[in-house]
């Protein structure tokens, strides 16, 4: 199974990241304007939490709280799970799963190098198995295949 670094090699390390004393309304502004689902929260080039939509559902909606007022610090998910540009994405996926959380920031040497999701994940085994797909359609599908 390949590496997380094979997922970044083709996706880019790009992460997008917010300060912890900024506001909820800010993290979800930035995820709405980016389309994406997570912000990782980085202090002084470190990682220090992860603000996801589930954060903002669960302890800003659901708490009635004021959006502008709350900040990162307060909603987000700590500590963060965590891998490396050498981690396989098969110990990725169990992580996810067990954590049942959607995105992995990729940290090497204390520098965040990257971030993968479960969808970067399910796109990574798609292509792995496109071949064998494609071989079994042919396989049952070609003039020359037995048909029994």
Do not use: F, W
């Not at 917010?18 to 980016?34: C, D, H, P, V, Y």
Request: aromatic residues 2%.
């Amino acid at each position: 199974m390949p590496t997380v670094d094979k997922v970044l090699k083709e996706k880019g390390t790009e992460v997008a990241s917010i300060g912890r004393e900024q506001s909820a309304l800010e993290a979800a502004r930035e995820m709405n304007i980016k389309r994406i689902g997570s912000l990782v929260v980085v202090e002084a080039g470190k990682v220090v939490g992860i603000i996801t939509e589930r954060d903002i559902l669960r302890r800003l909606v659901a708490k009635e709280r004021d959006p502008s007022k709350t900040t990162v610090s307060e909603i987000m998910s700590t500590p963060v799970a965590c891998c490396r540009t050498d981690t396989k994405l098969e110990e990725c996926r169990g992580v996810m799963t067990d954590k049942r959380i959607r995105h992995l920031p990729v940290v090497e040497d204390g520098r965040l190098r990257g971030i993968i999701t479960s969808g970067d994940i399910l796109a990574q085994e798609i292509n792995e198995h496109k071949g064998t797909i494609e071989y079994l359609h042919e396989y049952l599908y070609s003039p020359q295949a037995p048909h029994g």
